[in-house]
């Protein structure tokens, strides 16, 4: 199962791409589904067809839908809103509109999200085409089953041991509040196991990938440098760059000269910034990006010399191996500054920040119990070095191995 997500700024052009990838693969004979998980979906506008929260018949062997988040948070946290909406009419709040309190921030995009995990393990698909929201929510979207994982190991097991035991006197103290019931807090464990799953069988296979798509413009362009390190501190794989929106050459005379050639300094910072990954460039066309026929010239023009379904480029983002004795790990940060980075162990746990991102991980087996002996950060990449099992641990005499994720 392919699985393509687009991402990009607000306003990039990013739905038109996506779309036109979609119809490209469905027209080389790959049966295809795009979806929007935007909240603002624009699919529909597109390809000038009503699309819904079920695969709607686009073209042959093309489908599509809209998610609707509301039902999907409806449809998998229906127990939680049952008891939290006993909480707000326990604290007299029934003058809120409990559908608008029972939803954490964020959630109701990972709600969509885990609709990607059914058709992806389906087979009724050869290839997914998502088009993400913008970079800020997907971002925040990539890095939740890092953080929800750790939680549900960490903390879930002893709040759930701490309801247990209070919920015998917890109507004598709150005065009649129920705590979550065991039914409430399977849902809560079920739905976190389901986003843990989303996150190993749809982001982390070889199969999916992340592509970038921006327009050769200063704040854009620092917007994709930003997401391209968070993509792969989360161990994201971005198989390539599509730059839409570029001034043709013929454009560059009178009023369109200085714009053509500000958009030429940033292509030039784009294949600096970006490179080796492969730099598609979708120029502005003399008409708008809807409906089939512009679509398919869309997708002519950017992938002339490439097939979209395709893996377009295969890089390492982490990697581990055993050299003389020593174990080390890396992982490629492009666009960081040494002091960006904030780095943490604690037991089998390893913590790297940058910036406003943190990202939890379990160490392998073969690094239990070792310390990190040395932390270096040179050619965009921070390489780990771990010492000798503390006494008591099992040495592991595994042979020298490599183990890898992909990347961009």
């Not at 592509?211 to 993509?231: C, D, G, I, Q, W």
């Not at 037991?347 to 790297?352: K, S």
């Not at 005499?397 to 890898?404: L, V």
């Amino acid at each position: 199962m392919r699985i393509i997500f687009y991402t990009g700024k607000g306003g990039v052009g990013k739905t038109s791409i996506a779309a036109a990838t979609a119809l490209h693969m469905a027209d080389s004979g790959l049966r295809t589904l795009v979806l929007s998980t935007d909240a603002a979906h624009s699919l529909s506008d597109s390809f000038g067809i009503p699309l819904g929260a079920e695969p709607t018949p686009i073209a042959e062997r093309l489908d599509g839908l809209e998610i609707d988040s509301l039902r999907e948070t409806e449809r998998n946290w229906s127990s939680v809103q049952h008891w939290l909406s006993g909480v707000m009419s326990w604290a007299k709040l029934d003058d809120i509109q409990h559908e608008e309190m029972i939803v954490f921030p964020g959630m109701e995009e990972l709600f969509s999200l885990l609709k990607i995990k059914d058709y992806a393990q389906s087979d009724h698909y050869d290839a997914l085409v998502v088009d993400c929201a913008p970079t800020g929510e997907t971002l925040r979207l990539l890095s939740y089953p890092n953080v929800i994982r750790w939680w549900l190991e960490k903390i879930f097991p002893f709040e759930r041991m701490l309801i247990k035991t209070v919920r015998p006197v917890a109507k004598l103290v709150t005065g009649g509040l129920e705590l979550p019931d065991n039914r409430t807090l399977n849902a809560i464990e079920a739905f976190v196991r389901q986003v843990e799953d989303m996150n190993e069988w749809v982001f982390q296979r070889n199969e999916a990938s992340v592509r970038l798509v921006m327009n050769p413009e200063k704040m854009v362009v620092a917007e994709a440098r930003r997401s391209f390190t968070y993509l792969n501190l989360y161990g994201f794989q971005t198989d390539a760059v599509l730059v839409n929106k570029v001034l043709p050459k013929e454009a560059a005379q009178g009023y369109f000269n200085g714009w053509q050639q500000i958009q030429q300094r940033h292509m030039a910072e784009i294949e600096d910034s970006f490179s080796p990954l492969p730099i598609i460039q979708v120029p502005l066309l003399a008409e708008e990006v809807t409906g089939f026929a512009m679509l398919r010239k869309v997708a002519t023009i950017a992938f002339t010399d490439l097939e979209p379904a395709s893996l377009l480029y295969e890089g390492r983002v982490e990697e581990m191996v055993k050299q003389d004795g020593v174990y080390r790990y890396s992982i490629r940060l492009p666009f960081v500054a040494k002091d960006e980075l904030d780095l943490r162990q604690k037991a089998d746990e390893l913590t790297i920040q940058v910036g406003p991102y943190r990202r939890k991980t379990t160490l392998p087996r073969t690094l239990t119990g070792r310390p990190i002996t040395s932390a270096r950060f040179a050619d965009q990449k921070l390489i780990l070095s771990f010492g000798e099992r503390s006494a008591g641990e099992a040495e592991d005499d595994t042979k020298a191995e490599t183990e890898t994720k992909g990347g961009g």
